[in-house]
C-alpha cells in the first residue's frame, strides 16, 4: 500500500522553446518527451456533482497507471481499466467518491480485503487487492482485472439459463469463497450475480434458439468455469454491531426482513437465490416491497414458521394479521403485484422445469439453503459436502 503525490501545478504554463520548421528535436529529446508525457499527472479539474472523479480515456489517472476504459459505475463511485506501469499489466481500479460515507466504506473494504489476502492459503476465490491510494480526495484501489460478471453473462444470452454443470461449478466456487469468508469470521452481506465476476473474458459461441423473427441468436458460454466474489464494501466481521438492512433486496433473506437480526446464514440464503437465478436465468424473487417478497417466499417455499413470525420487529408487524398469518392479498399495493406471486410455482417445480440431470439432487440442496429459519439453514461447508456436487456432471 502507498500514497501517491501529486504533482504541484504551476498558475502559468511554461511554453516550450520554439523550434524552426526544419528543425526537429534530438532522438534523447524526442524520448525525453516522451517518457515526461508518462510521468505526468492529468490536469486538476472539479468532481462532478456527485462526487464521481472525472476523467479522460487514454490520460494517466497517476504516472504509474494509464486509463484505458470505464469498466463500471455504482453508487460507490466508478471502476476503470488502467494499464500499471510498474507491473505491465492491466489491472481493474475502484475510484470511489469524494464523499466521506464512501470515503470511509472504502478504507473499511481495504482492510477487509487485506485481511483476506493475508490469510489466505492456496485460493480463496476472492478477488486479490494489488495496491490503494488515496488521488485528490478519491480513494483509489487496484485490483486485478477480471472479466464480466455471471449477471453479464445472464444479460448477454437474453437471461437464458446455464447448463446445470457449470451452475454446479459456479456453486462450488462460492460456497468455497464463503467458507472462506466465515472462517475467517466475515459476512459478505451482498452476494449476487453482479458480485461475482469470471476470471477470463473469453467465451464460446454456440448457435442459440431462434427468435419470432427466425434469426438464431448467438448462445454464449465462458470458457473457463473459473469465477472470483467481489464487493466488500458490505461485509461485515460477525462480532461487530450489524445494521438492520443488508443484501441486496432479491437476494435478502427472510430474518432480515422481518428484523430478526442476521448472521452468516443470510449469505447462504443469497446462494441459494444465485443458483436457481443461474438455473432459471431470472431473478426468483422480483419484487421491490417487502410484504410482496414474503408473499413470493410463501408461494414458493411454503409458510413462514409462527416462531418467527411471533419474533417479527414492530415494524414488520403490520405485514401480518390475526398473529400469524400473511396478510395477502388484502394487503397488495395492486392486481399486478397479486399477479406477480401468482406467477411463481413451489421450488421444486421451478427446477424440474428448467433442469433436467441433477434436479433431485439440486432441488434437495436449494431448500437447505432456503430454509426461512437461519440456524437449520445449510452451512457453507454442509452444503459443500451436498451431493449435488459430487455426483458425476
Known sequence: MGIETEEVEKTRTRKRPRLGWDVAPSGLEAHQTLAKARRSSPPKRGDDHDGHYVFNLGENLTPRYKILSKMGEGTFGRVLE??????????????????????????????????????EKGTSGCVQIRNWFDFRNHICIVFEKLGPSLFDFLKRNKYSPFPVGLVREFGHQLLESVAYMHDLHLIHTDLKPENILLVSSECVKLPGCKSSSDETHLWCLPKSSAIKLIDFGSTAFDNQNHSSIVSTRHYRAPEIIL???????????????????????????????????????ERVLGPLPEHMIRRASRGSEKYFRSGSRLNWPEGAVSRESIRAVKKLDRLKNMVSQHVESSRYFLADL????????????????????????????
Not at 481500479?93 to 482492510?111: F, G, L, P
Not at 452468516?264 to 437465478?277: A, H, K, N, R
Not at 431448500?367 to 456436487?389: C, I, M, V, W
Open 82 to 119: 488502467c494499464w500499471d506501469r510498474q507491473t505491465r499489466e492491466y489491472v481493474a481500479i475502484k475510484i470511489v467518491r469524494s464523499i466521506r460515507k464512501y470515503h470511509d466504506a472504502a478504507m473499511i473494504e481495504i482492510d477487509i480485503l487485506q485481511h483476506l489476502a493475508k490469510n
Open 259 to 297: 428484523g430478526l437480526g442476521w448472521s452468516y446464514p443470510c449469505d447462504l440464503w443469497s446462494v441459494g437465490c444465485i443458483l436457481i437465478e443461474l438455473c432459471t436465468g431470472g431473478a426468483l424473487f422480483q419484487t421491490h416491497e417487502n410484504l410482496e417478497h414474503l408473499a413470493m417466499m
Open 366 to 393: 436449494l431448500e437447505g439453503l432456503l430454509k426461512y429459519d437461519p440456524s437449520e439453514r445449510l452451512t457453507a461447508r454442509q452444503a459443500l459436502n451436498h451431493p449435488f456436487f459430487s455426483e458425476s456432471k
